[in-house]
């Protein structure tokens, strides 16, 4: 079943404040630190696995940001989001990263998309817990099947859907499997992958279809 | 108006992009509502309106018996198996549950069927990976 190993998460309060207050001295400190694995599995979902307090939907728990890549400069990414604003993101040692895989600072490009979130810092930059770069998660109907990609329909666009090593398919709720050859012509399929600014097709890590 | 804790649904929830947005998300638009947008705690209701419906058809899925909450409709999302939680608005109509009838995510001996929320990147990650995808939710109001 698509994201069960996720939805298997158990609460892990002591290791959720322990990253935070790290994430939040790694910022301050800078990026360079040592024996970050000690506090835990650093990945997204551990940061914030835990109850917290349901408030108006006006008021933000979590800092969170989207936007482009202007510039990288050291771990630091400056972001122009889509509606105008920048950001200044604080990549740290603890910061979980994914572009198609888990991955570090070294596959981030300026033009990249992302979605980011975070703590906060005096200075007005975010001490990123995760970012997710070139995420994106569409509802789709393929249009044609090739050894090497899909051609989709998203939003009455064609969209080329490369695979990569990582892409799996679920069929009907089933486990995922590295087999695309029952994946049909007409089905919806909601896609899962990364964007290529380059050439604006995606990479595909997983694709659900139903029955 | 704030989120409360009366049961509303359970199931599945995904993520989609709205409003202002890179990549293929610059198409999405503002949604059924208008005002959607991928950095807001904003999500879509299955049952935001008849028209919705005809379209998501959460009752194919045996889903048939959810609530009409339009546009505004302020929830409680709650990831089933780590307890975090977020306050959502409804600003977009979806997500297409007819389509992914019988798909289930379990933890802690439950199991969660049919996609019946989709979650804006804000509010998804404030509960989840986006890189999941899907969550198994406890929606109140």
Redesign the interface.
């Known amino acids: 079943?698509?994201?069960?190993?996720?939805?298997?998460?158990?609460?892990g309060h002591s290791s959720r404040f322990g990253r935070r207050g790290f994430l939040t001295s790694a910022a301050v400190g800078g990026a360079t630190i040592v024996g970050a694995s000690a506090l835990g599995a650093l990945?997204?979902?551990a940061a914030?696995?835990?109850?917290?307090?349901?408030?108006?939907?006006a008021?933000?728990?979590?800092t969170?940001?989207?936007?482009?890549i202007g510039a990288i400069r050291g771990s630091m990414l400056h972001v122009a989001?889509?509606?105008g604003e920048t950001h200044r993101i604080q990549v740290t040692n603890a910061t979980?990263l994914?572009k198609v895989r888990t991955t570090t600072l070294d596959a981030v490009e300026v033009g990249d998309?992302l979605?980011a979130?975070g703590v906060e810092m005096p200075d007005g930059s975010i001490a990123a817990d995760?970012v997710?770069v070139?995420?994106?998660?569409?509802?789709t109907t393929i249009q044609g099947i090739q050894k090497d990609r899909l051609h989709l329909a998203?939003?009455n666009?064609e969209?080329v859907a490369h695979t990569v090593p990582e892409t799996a398919a679920?069929y009907?709720?089933s486990a995922l499997t590295p087999d695309l050859s029952r994946l049909r012509i007409g089905q919806?399929a909601?896609v899962?992958g990364a964007?290529r600014?380059a050439d604006?097709s995606?990479d595909v890590?997983?694709v659900?279809?139903?029955? | 108006?704030?989120?409360?804790?009366n049961a509303l649904w359970a199931g599945e929830t995904?993520?989609?992009?709205c409003?202002?947005?890179?990549?293929?998300?610059g198409?999405?638009g503002g949604g059924a509502c208008g005002n959607c947008?991928?950095?807001a705690?904003h999500g879509a209701w299955p049952n935001a309106s008849q028209a919705c419906w005809d379209i998501t058809r959460p009752d194919l899925c045996g889903e048939g018996g959810i609530a009409r909450r339009g546009c505004g409709s302020?929830m409680?999302v709650?990831?089933?198996?780590?307890?975090?939680?977020?306050?959502?608005?409804i600003a977009d109509c979806?997500?297409?549950t007819k389509?992914?009838?019988?798909?289930?995510?379990?933890?802690g001996g439950t199991c969660r069927t049919n996609r019946v929320l989709d979650l804006t990147?804000?509010a998804f990650?404030?509960?989840?990976?986006?890189?999941?995808?899907?969550?198994?939710v406890v929606i109140t109001e």
Not at chain 1, 1 to 11: C, E, L, Y
Not at chain 2, 14 to 17: A, H, L, R, S
Request: net charge positive; aromatic share 10%; hydrophobic share 35%.
């Open positions: 079943m698509s994201g069960t190993a996720d939805a298997g998460k158990q609460p990945d997204a979902d914030f696995a835990a109850p917290s307090r349901s408030l108006d939907p008021v933000t728990q979590t969170f940001v989207e936007g482009r989001g889509s509606l979980s994914w998309g979605y979130r995760a997710w070139n995420i994106v998660n569409l509802y998203h939003h666009r969209l679920s009907a709720g919806p909601q899962l964007w600014p604006d995606i890590v997983r659900t279809v139903g029955h | 108006m704030a989120c409360s804790t995904t993520w989609f992009c409003g202002a947005a890179w990549g293929p998300c198409s999405a947008r991928s950095s705690y302020v409680n709650r990831h089933q198996c780590s307890g975090a939680t977020v306050c959502i608005s979806g997500p297409r389509s992914f009838c019988g798909e289930a995510l379990c933890c990147p804000a990650s404030a509960i989840g990976s986006l890189s999941s995808g899907m969550l198994p």
